[in-house]
């Protein structure tokens, strides 16, 4: 179909980046029953197939590469555009760290890309590449990682190593300095009663370990983010984190205004 458009037609979004093995079409959305986003220059006639939905780009050579014969923009690209038509920051940011996960791209090669890119100096796309992390290793780790460092916390470090005489663990995300872990309890993912088991086991060893370890749900940051972020705000003063009296109030005053303002996540589950 993209040759029957234009010699130049490049699939683009949402498509480039389920060509690339990333799905981010909304949850209950088939990716094979939507329209293909496809990047054509300007000055190319009107594209009129329904099946198609069209974006006037000019994708120079160094944005564009093939996956099995297909034209499609090179994974950073994608990344970028992807994050860039999100409908917040937190699913721009999930976008990005699906991509970093995969090895589709280095924080470096997407900062680069950055650079390049014609909406890179608009404040959310930037924002989002700076939050990004390859650590993240679902969705919802991505958006507790925005929520904390939207806050004013310190930002977490992403599959923080726990030693415990267990062994070795990794935390979804932690501080290091002040043995604070935070551990995602998904219902999706750890259901079976053996995994639920697992899961006290390894809390149990990192808090003989010296940890404080913070179970929080999809719950938790769909319904009641500010008493989450609370909770990690008093976890880490409890374990020495001190800011400065200004500090604290900015803080309290941030989580305040996601108080009166929480976001709307579940639309950005296919992120």
């Keep these: 179909m993209l040759a029957e458009l234009s010699v130049d037609a490049v699939a ?6 389920y060509l690339w093995g990333v799905d981010v079409h909304p949850r209950g959305l088939r990716a094979t029953r939507t329209r293909l986003h ?3 220059p300007p000055g190319v006639e009107k594209v009129s ?9 000019l994708l120079p050579p160094s944005d564009r590469t093939l996956v099995a014969g297909v034209r499609v923009t090179t994974p950073a690209r994608t990344a970028l555009d992807v994050a860039h038509g999100a409908e917040s920051l937190y699913g721009a940011t999930a976008a990005l760290d ?13 900062s680069e890309a950055l650079s390049r890119h014609p909406r890179g100096a608009r404040p ?32 977490p470090r992403t599959q923080c190593p726990v030693e415990t005489v267990q062994g070795l663990f990794h935390a979804d995300l932690g501080w290091p300095d002040h043995r604070v872990a935070v551990e995602y309890d998904s219902a999706a993912h750890h259901s079976a009663r053996h995994e639920r088991a697992r899961d006290r086991l390894r809390h149990r060893a990192m808090a003989e370990a010296g940890w404080l ?9 769909q319904r009641r983010p500010a ?9 880490l003063f409890e374990r020495g984190w001190d800011p400065p009296r200004a500090e604290r109030e900015r803080i309290r005053w941030a989580i305040r205004r996601l108080e009166s303002r929480p976001p709307r996540l579940v639309r950005e589950a296919g992120a």
């Design 227 to 235: 008493r989450l972020l609370r909770r990690l705000r008093d976890a």
């Design 49 to 57: 197939r329904h099946a198609v939905v069209p974006h006037r780009e």
């Design 12 to 17: 683009f979004g949402r498509t480039a980046a």
């Design 213 to 221: 370890v913070v179970s929080i749900g999809v719950h938790d940051l």
């Design 124 to 155: 959310r796309l930037r924002r989002a590449v700076d939050l990004s992390d390859p650590g993240s290793q679902s969705p919802a780790e991505s958006w507790t990682r925005v929520m904390v460092c939207g806050a004013r916390l310190p930002r």
């Design 98 to 110: 699906r991509f970093l996960a995969l090895g589709l791209v280095d924080p470096q090669g997407l």
């Design 38 to 40: 496809v990047a054509v």
